[in-house]
Nanobody, 123 residues
């Protein structure tokens, strides 16, 4: 059973930075697709960054150039570096794992999910 655990969320002012981490366990193979999704109050969960089994990354237009996804430790740890944060980035951020991964698919049954970490951007 794949288990995911996020950390690193918090409250920052606009323009600030955070680094989210996702620790994964229970893998039975070497390479796994992983991604970050977020859900703001009253809105649907949306995909913002993903990395596939070949290491290729994709980003939502809303975060491109500001957020960076990366994997280390034989793909068992994933990070999301969030720079130049804006109030509209405020949301619960979720780590997801499963192949194939797509930013346009965010259903409960599409991937394994972590419990989420809150990011709040306000002045």
């Amino acid at each position: 059973q794949v288990q995911l655990s996020e950390s690193g969320g918090g409250s920052v002012q606009p323009g600030g930075s955070l680094r989210l981490s996702c620790a994964a366990s229970g893998y039975t193979f070497n390479h796994y697709c992983m991604g970050w999704f977020r859900q703001a109050p009253g809105k649907r969960r949306e995909g913002i960054a993903a990395i596939d089994s070949d290491g290729r990354t994709t980003y939502a237009d809303s975060v491109k150039g500001r957020f960076t996804i990366s994997q280390v430790n034989a793909n068992t740890t994933m990070y999301l570096q969030l720079n130049n944060l804006k109030p509209e980035d405020t949301a619960m951020y979720y780590c997801a794992a499963g192949c194939p991964i797509s930013l346009s698919r965010a259903g409960d049954d599409d991937y394994y999910w972590g419990q989420g970490t809150q990011v709040t951007v306000s002045s």
